[in-house]
């Protein structure tokens, strides 16, 4: 199957995750999956963000199924940021967008970003993780970022794919694990249910 005229579900409701499967050459139809994201206790980052890609393939599949939809592989993902232990997901407000970028000035965290992908009773997943590390911030530039409006819909409250890139040193890992799908693990991933790449 050539990627060129592949069509899979996609149970997300991220336009990037949606733009780097275009990349891939793999066109995508939009499943709404809706789970509770609450954290578990004792849960760390990594169990948490695999769990959380695994239950929106499941609800994803789910409503596949009850719809009679025709088979075909189902995508979903989860990105979530970590820093001493602490797992940020999306800021619920300015204040909380605020807090989150002064525990990420002038030091390193991790950007956690698991894929799964099922069809029928199989699921596969793969997860990355990518190092951050960030410049210092003042005051002032968190301010400025968060007058953009990025930080609201991007766990950690900023993205690296826009402003906020002037505030990241470098990486170690995946540009697009960060940006929300890791185009190297994800090809993988949909190779084992038969797509080719490139
Ligand atoms: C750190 C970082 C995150 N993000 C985004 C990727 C994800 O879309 C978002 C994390 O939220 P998620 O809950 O992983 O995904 P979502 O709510 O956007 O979409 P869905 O659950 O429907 O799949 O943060 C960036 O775009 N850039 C970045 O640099």
């Given at each position: 199957m050539s990627t060129n005229d592949t069509l899979i579900y996609l149970a997300s409701a991220s336009p990037r995750r949606r733009e780097l499967l275009q990349q891939l050459g793999v066109r995508t139809e939009r499943i709404h999956a809706e789970i509770d994201e609450a954290v578990l206790p004792g849960e760390n980052a990594v169990a948490y963000t695999e769990r959380l890609a695994r239950d929106k393939a499941a609800a994803g599949w789910h409503l596949v199924e009850s719809c009679g939809l025709p088979s075909r592989p189902l995508l979903a993902a989860d990105t979530t940021v970590v820093l001493d232990g602490e797992i940020f997901g999306k800021p619920a407000d300015a204040a909380d967008a605020r807090r989150m970028l002064e525990a990420f000035s002038g030091r390193s965290h991790q950007v956690v970003t698991s894929v799964a992908v099922r069809e029928g009773e199989r699921t596969l997943l793969k997860t990355s993780v990518t190092d951050v590390a960030f410049r210092p911030l003042t005051a002032l530039d968190i301010a400025r970022y968060i007058d953009t409006g990025e930080p609201f819909d991007k766990a950690g409250a900023?993205?690296?794919?826009?402003?906020?890139?002037?505030?990241?040193e470098r990486i170690e890992g995946s540009y697009t694990g960060v940006v929300g799908l890791p185009v190297f693990e994800t090809a993988a991933l949909l190779s084992e249910f038969g797509l080719v790449f490139p």
């Open positions: 900023y993205g690296i794919q826009g402003r906020a890139a002037v505030f990241i």
